[in-house]
C-alpha cells in the first residue's frame, strides 16, 4: 500500500470534502503524519501535521477551516476540509517518513463555482 489518497473531487466555493490516506503500517504507526498541496504553477506546501499523539499544526491559511485526524487501528489519516476556498485548489499529498520519504500518489481538489 505505502500511501494512497483518495477522496478529491470538485467542491463549490463554502462546500466541504473529506481527504483520506491508506497507509502501510510500516510507514504510519507511530510516525508523524502530513498534508501538502501543491496549486498550478506554485510550490508544494504544507497544509498540516499531526503527531502519532495526536498533537496537530496547521499552516495558517487553513486553521479553523481544516482538521487532520487520524486512525491508528486502520494506518489512515484524514484532513477535512470544510469553508472551501478557490485558492484551496491544488493537488493534495499526503507524506510520512520512515527512514525515507513517502508521498501518495495526490488528489485533486478543485474549489469553483
Known amino acids: 500500500v505505502q500511501l494512497q489518497a483518495s477522496g478529491g473531487g470538485l467542491v463549490q466555493p463554502g462546500g466541504s470534502l473529506r481527504l483520506s490516506c491508506a497507509a502501510s503500517r510500516s510507514i504510519f504507526s507511530g510516525k508523524t503524519m502530513s498534508w501538502y498541496r501543491q496549486a498550478p504553477g506554485k510550490q508544494r506546501e504544507s497544509v498540516a501535521r499531526i503527531t502519532s499523539g495526536g498533537s496537530t499544526w496547521y499552516a495558517d491559511s487553513v486553521k479553523g477551516r481544516f482538521t487532520i485526524s487520524r486512525d491508528n487501528a486502520k494506518n489512515t489519516l484524514y484532513l477535512q476540509m470544510n469553508v472551501l476556498k478557490p485558492e484551496d485548489t491544488a493537488v493534495y499529498y499526503c507524506?510520512?517518513?520512515?527512514?525515507?520519504?513517502?508521498w501518495g500518489q495526490g488528489t485533486l481538489v478543485t474549489v469553483s463555482s
Open positions: 507524506y510520512g517518513w520512515s527512514g525515507y520519504e513517502y
